[in-house]
């Protein structure tokens, strides 16, 4: 709690210069302000507390529930980033709200104004194989949708090592590099003994068998030999980014 | 690879000023050179490649063994760390080495100097309980020796929600935020919540029955609810500080 | 066994009040009563032991098998409750009985009357997302068709954990607060430490990846640091309820 | 957050009564009081808020810890119940305090004054087999150490069913039952058809093979066709003994 | 190997009264004898050594492979059993075989002669739900195709105790009772404990969340608390039925 | 329940031949009966209902519990036979009692008279490597103590497939083939093509890795591709043992 | 790295024989040439390094990516073999190519000229089951494309061991014999015991129930009692046919 | 079976060359032919039929046994190799026979004597750690005792990628690469895209938390990207060395 803000207020209380019902009022505007609706209660202080605007898991949200989500966010932050979206509550996003952009088939929907890019910092998205391309374009679109500057590396699995090292130089510009792979989740093993910036690991779903739908990379990756790799869910782009996002954007406050 | 380096020494050698012999003994030596030993292929020039000196991983060597890759590595860096000592092998470090720092009765040892603090921005480990301290104790230490600012908060899981709201303000002047827990796991998500900043998650074995010796912390870290949370392998203290010298070391190198 | 009313039985037949015939006859309609259908074996004696009417389990039932069940209870209880029934099953009961009320789409169906509020103590159902609602849905549900008072908190996640905290004053009211949770199922820990009345854990297969369809959240519940949480079976919003009248209900008999 | 409390606050301190500083320190003494030691922030206002003193889960706490938790917890309380010490914690305490009581050969005690019977309704622990009983004298010493008046079944298992169906007309007049069983796990399904009363079930260890360490008794209960069985985690006595106190202590506050 | 048979046979070799074509041709009829398919190595000597006719596992086969296998082994065998068929298969068998008999719509098919009952010894296929009875459909086809004498209970779950006991008398008169059971599996240990016979456990994949499509109760039965239990793969009834057959057998041959 | 037998009860209540106090005694020592220790609950009355005296499982239960039990036992079967024994068990039982028989180093101990061979029907026990004798040993001991006919095969597993060809013709006599096996767990379904009496499988924890205790051969057997094999319990030599026991026993009662 | 030929194209610029752009220019295009396209870097050099083309796993790409890549790589190689295809790529491939073979309906597809035989050696592709056969058809395709001498032998599961066995000296012919099977896997066991030559299993998803997709006959087959057996992933024929063609090919180069 | 043989025998029986006797004894001695003891049934012909001697594992024998096992092996091969031996086991044999040689602290013994080189094609070792050096032990002791050329490369784990990379010219003259590790078990997919030759990966045990004692690495490797890698079970160094010797040895025989 912030006991700074409370004790500004006390005083104001204490000087009279705020009254009880006003000085209650405030308390219940601090960062943990929210708006109830029906279905959720939605978090519009998030974004004063943590820097990020709310983004909306889709998956099982009808889309009344989604525009009315929308509808009630966009009166508190620009733009709402919707993933994981059915086909019918994309196409009814689409058509409710004129300003929007659109990754990997709708299923990741942007409504209201793209930021311009408020992060400094490179992030790169690094994919083993054409077929983890769709956990990388969530992350891309999370990162795009806050403003990141985004570069991006395709199927540069280990089977074929060269591949990776072809892209050492360019890959030590990093601030923040992702590494997304399926099967056996061995590329941010290489990654992290090429580079000294942090390197995220994003398990994805793809491969048959023995990958047990990502379980086999989920644990190379808690295993990897180079050190200081993290991981994030299975198939969790939109995850990978939050946590880049998280890196370059820094303390919430100074210290005194 | 480094291109440019190359193309260097290859202008170098067209020009003259560099014959063959030594333009493949330059190859040998750059970021890429080892020194072998029997049992060992020491990646000495990790440092010069990662930023880190490397961390050798104690478990299943021998006191001998240690000590031989003590003296080989402390021909090229100032300290080495070793973690996951058995006893013996501490013992036989304490015996052969007059300078050092242990942690965790020994399993944690610093072998030559512990370097001054030499990166900005705290590093806070906030632990769920008592019981979770060794894990923390292997991250501080890993911190400690590559000249980190760490601050620790101890014992506030979240039955009793209010002992880590307490620390808010504190935490949002951290540059990264490494949580500890076992049993439920529940804090990280909670503190997610809260900061802004990177929030990297160490599941801990603490627990017993269905925790499945870390297993349900593991997951429920995967699977927190706040957004940009990652994770690092079950118990793996040194792991999380790595992930967050990453955080503060920044870029390798300058993009053009 | 009924000792006491096979002593009392066995009395009436020594004084001649009750003759052979009759008394096997009593023993058979004691509390162990059954009554025969070809593909079933209902429990009709069940409501005089547990004090529930029995609901039926939908899930692979013919919409045949479904009217019938519902005829033969109906002759002995004035309502049914089913659960998880197929859209076919649903709309033939539906068709079949005048007076019903429906939840879920019809997934869970009310054949019958609706009782009357008979249980003192308030029960809140509080989920931790949006998504988690149709598990709730059917909790609430099982909890209104046998008469008790349900309050409802929806999507109050910790990774917002003000938006819990501001419930507090509210849930410390209740007689029983069940929590439907998926994603971490971190929530319970936290209402667990707010409240000292009984808490039952719900957890739900909402989330992906290491999710394991439930597993995550159910792993947490069970390892939930905030003591004295029981858990119910992965979606089981039916159980969460069965489990939260058990405790509004009180012993079956009055000891000596 | 105790709204009532901080407006009745904020008047005293705009009327003057009371000034900032003291309202700043009543503040922090509010129910989410807790008082710091180096190695665990203890909630000493638990009790306040859940209704019950802080119980210590001993296991991985050295002696040191245990006897500086135990003197620290006393300045607020008149008992403390320690559960799973080392046998050289429990011997530490053991010398230190001079009231105590023990239970399974110290594993579990209580240091200071043993309560009154304080909660009405009688708790019955019902355990399948002989080797159950560790976990049942655990849940047992929990119980006793509250206050609650406990009843014991032993050794009544469903391969001999007249055992368990002996004690029915006893188990009907409880308040909760709690049910503890390895192996097939399968006696709380059977209970919970006898009564109608809240029944918690306490997988436990016991077993060899595909029991897994419990996982097998721990998915029997999970999936208990009688309803409304809730569980808690695998050997944990002590939590099936909260979530009984849970049920016996009723709401924290009232509804107005 | 029969060496009996061998030695037979060489001395007729030896004795001039075989040749050793003839020789081998008798060898190759052994109970090892084998015809040929293109995609089928059928067992035609099964029947001989095990005394059972082959019986077809149809999942995976497609129609004319179905069709083919039963024209083979029509050609050494009155009736062919297949199991797990397609529609399409189920529909081709129906097609092109005149005599026939169906159960479970057809899953289950039984082409040419049903045979009289043969073997003496009462079977009992007893349900624990509603839910449970395809299997038990496999389970009792496959019976009464073999020539046993089968009889059913059906929805006798230990939920309501006293539905299972009340059939104690008339399953003590079995040879072998099969019980198949989902959810909680906990109908075999009661079983066990009632009747003396063999008692086989057929786990099946009704039920949800952690009963994770049958490992609960096939873990359950795995450690039925009532000793001898026996148990199959998860909703395999046929195979329940095959090892009631073997019990109904005997020995293949009397020892010297 | 035996109605029969309560129907006559009730004739002799009604005709004044037996009166109510004794009736009700005569109820109580029905196959029900039961006799109380304050440990354990002994199911004395079980042989009489199932045929076998209890047998009882060592693991967990101290030297004292096994005396007593044992010595309880002893005054209603002439023999207790004791599986899993801890050393110091064993040794107890071993000074308390003069008449014993003991396996695998004392850890299966038999107390009282070994009964004579009271089953027709050769029971074969066989093993796939010499790692698998002791719980083969289990189920020798098991048998030879309920009076069966026991022979046993060993290190016949498939990888020289000869060794257990070579035994065809004597398991064509048994009435019932027990085999136990670890690591790949083939056997099972090699025999099980070779015979058409009853196959028991037993797997073993031998092995080491992926066989993950058990596991690897426990789901090969579930598994077996010939038909009708049945499993017990990891490393459960005395189920398997009792499984068999079942076969040989035949029928409790008589059809009408 | 060559060094070799990295020393050699050194000496030519330190000679002048080749300037530093066109050095740079064949580092580039050594063995480790990739092609790039915007959605795939193919690795068109691993031919030279591997001596195999590089084979397309199909599942998860678009027609119009299959497409693109088949083009690409058909300016290096002259076929291009895709397995695992989607029906809609498969037919897009087919209508863009004119010359090409087909397996298993079109999942399994070769684009190009089919290669002569190129390798001695027989390869026998064993199944255990007719329900194995579209795993063992990607073994035998992936062979025969790249110009192995394939045999077959088909439905010779354990259960009927005589079929295998009938089988052996033609085994014994082989260079290398490929074992697919599902459900107990166990035939890899016994056909390495028949024969010394390698044995590489594949286990399939045929069964079900305990079978969990494959899990069981992937552990059977890594727990096989006959030693030296391999193991691929789960349906994974194009990898036993590959792993079997490494054995074919022999080393990369000559030692000195 | 060798038909061709038992041809050849029948015609010698049958032309008065052989008779029935000796043939019947000819028969026994076929390659099926073994020696019993009463605890092993050793399969002395398993070096006719697969070209090795049998490999004895040690665990779970005693002393006794192994001497047992060694002395009648020696009646039929000079050697003997014993793996996972006892301390007691080891020193037993070491006291017994005057000839011998040891790995890995004695767990791996050769009684007997050591055979010289007999299969051209180097094998190389490859490890990923010093820590997975005792299961390389097991695998190269193993080669060694049967004759095979053995290289060792050590301590080459990807984390510094180029440790691997600069072997690569030495690898590329392997007949097969044997690779062992732990933690991600990612070095096999770099070393199956570097060389051509088979490669049979070998996971191990080494590392901790979500390595699962040895499941990481394993299903890595299962699902290794670059394709035709094969495995063997984890811990399991003896497996993949008698993988490598049945490539090295060939066909067991001529096809015609």
Same sequence: chains 1, 2, 3, 4, 5, 6, 7, 8.
Avoid at 34 to 41: D, H, N, P
Avoid at 76 to 87: E, G, I, K, N, Y
Avoid at 143 to 164: F, K, S
Avoid at 214 to 225: E, H, Q, S
Wanted: proline residues 4%.
């Amino acid at each position: 709690m912030d006991t700074q803000l409370i004790k500004t207020l006390l005083e104001a209380v204490s000087s009279g210069s705020t009254d009880v019902a006003s000085a209650l009022e405030q308390l219940a505007s601090l960062p943990y302000a929210t708006e109830s609706l029906s279905y959720a209660t939605l978090d519009t202080g998030r974004k004063a507390r943590t820097g990020f605007a709310e983004v909306v898991y889709g998956a099982g949200k009808t889309p009344t529930q989604c525009i009315g989500i929308a509808e009630t966010l966009l009166g508190h932050q620009p733009a709402v980033l919707f993933t994981r979206l059915s086909d019918a509550s994309s196409a009814a996003l689409v058509d409710a709200f004129p300003v929007h952009r659109s990754w990997t088939d709708g299923k990741t929907l942007l409504i209201g104004e793209i930021p311009e890019q408020v992060f400094s910092g490179k992030v790169y998205v690094v994919t083993a194989g054409t077929s983890d391309l769709p956990v990388a374009d969530e992350c891309v679109a999370t990162l795009l949708a806050h403003g990141a500057d985004v570069g991006q590396v395709t199927d540069v699995g280990v089977a074929g090592i060269q591949r990776i090292l072809s892209k050492t130089e360019m890959l030590r510009t990093a601030r923040v590099v992702i590494v997304v792979a399926g099967m056996d989740g061995a590329l941010p093993s290489v990654v992290g003994g090429l580079v000294g910036c942090p390197v995220i690991a994003v398990p994805t779903s793809v491969g048959y068998g023995a990958a047990f739908s990502g379980v086999a990379p989920l644990l190379t990756m808690l295993n990897a030999c180079a050190s200081g790799i993290t991981v994030v869910n299975i198939d969790n782009g939109f995850g990978g980014a939050m946590a880049a996002l998280r890196i370059l954007r820094g303390p919430d406050a100074q210290a005194e």
